[in-house]
């Protein structure tokens, strides 16, 4: 009974580690929206894939993940994959390499545009869907725009033909210690994109999605394989303690 509670006390653990892991990717704020992303739906998948490609890979690359391995999990072909994905790519065992030099990138933006292969486990997918959700127009900013959860940030809004450009309205409170608080009150469109909001949203779903997955493709066959090892722990733990009764059994 003692090594039982042992055994669940450490599972119990694991599991509380897990948890906790997963609360710091998200990066640990509770106001954002959530991405609801489905990893098992391959339609989404590929939907996002053919979105990083057109709009991110001309600045990001993804160079932890090779074009066979999403071409595998995603059933296309290679002729799919060389005719729809593979713009600046000869052979599908490469990686996703961005089409613009890095030092010109740095010259241009202050600073290269970060690799997206593990963004989505370094940030969070809801971090990346608001990001993708809140560029707002800015008088202040080289670009012309700014970003509600990454202030300051010198990348474009890249999708704003699909988006439109909308503004930022705050509001500022006087705390009794004399600072003052700025609080966010909501977007106000300006001019309107190629899709809606509820398209729009789909949209960046569907990027984060395809995100989320490079950042752990072999993600699917390790939940099955865990659950296989589960499932023989659990078994051999069983065994264990019948094949102990039986040998003790005689002793007092």
């Known amino acids: 009974m003692v090594k039982f509670k042992q055994f669940a006390s450490?599972?119990?653990?694991?599991?509380?580690?897990?948890?906790?892991?997963?609360?710091?990717?998200?990066?640990?704020?509770?106001?954002?929206?959530?991405?609801?992303?489905?990893l098992d739906n391959v339609s989404s998948l590929q939907r996002g894939a053919r979105n990083f490609m057109n709009y991110c890979s001309g600045c990001h690359s993804a160079q932890y993940v090779r074009?066979?391995?999403?071409?595998?999990?995603?059933?296309?072909?290679?002729?799919?994959?060389?005719?729809?994905?593979?713009?600046?790519?000869?052979?599908?065992?490469?990686?996703?390499?961005t089409s613009m030099p890095s030092a010109d990138a740095k010259r241009w933006y202050g600073v290269a545009p970060p690799d997206l292969s593990l963004m989505a486990r370094a940030k969070g997918?809801?971090?990346?869907?608001?990001?993708?959700?809140?560029?707002?127009?800015?008088?202040?900013s080289p670009?012309?725009?700014?970003?509600?959860?990454?202030?300051?940030?010198s990348m474009p809004h890249v999708l704003w033909e699909l988006q439109g450009y909308q503004t930022a309205h705050f509001s500022e409170h006087s705390n009794e210690d004399g600072s003052t608080t700025i609080t966010f009150e909501g977007f106000e469109s300006l001019?309107?994109?190629?899709?809606?909001?509820?398209?729009?949203?789909?949209?960046?779903?569907?990027?984060?999605?395809?995100?989320?997955?490079i950042a752990e493709p072999v993600r699917s066959d390790r939940r099955k394989l865990g659950v296989w090892v589960l499932m023989f722990l659990i078994f051999f733990f069983i065994l264990a303690s019948m094949l102990k009764k039986q040998i003790w059994k005689d002793v007092n």
Do not use: H, P, W
Request: proline residues 0%.
């Open 125 to 140: 997918a809801d971090y990346i869907f608001n990001f993708l959700k809140g560029f707002y127009v800015s008088d202040s």
């Open 67 to 97: 074009y066979k391995t999403i071409g595998k999990y995603l059933g296309l072909s290679e002729e799919q994959l060389i005719d729809n994905l593979m713009f600046n790519a000869d052979k599908t065992f490469e990686t996703i390499q």
């Open 10 to 38: 450490m599972m119990a653990l694991v599991v509380c580690l897990i948890s906790t892991q997963g609360m710091a990717s998200s990066g640990g704020t509770t106001d954002m929206e959530k991405a609801d992303l489905d």
């Open 191 to 213: 001019s309107a994109g190629a899709m809606d909001a509820e398209d729009y949203d789909e949209f960046v779903r569907d990027t984060v999605n395809f995100l989320a997955y």
């Open 143 to 153: 670009t012309g725009v700014d970003n509600l959860v990454l202030a300051g940030t």
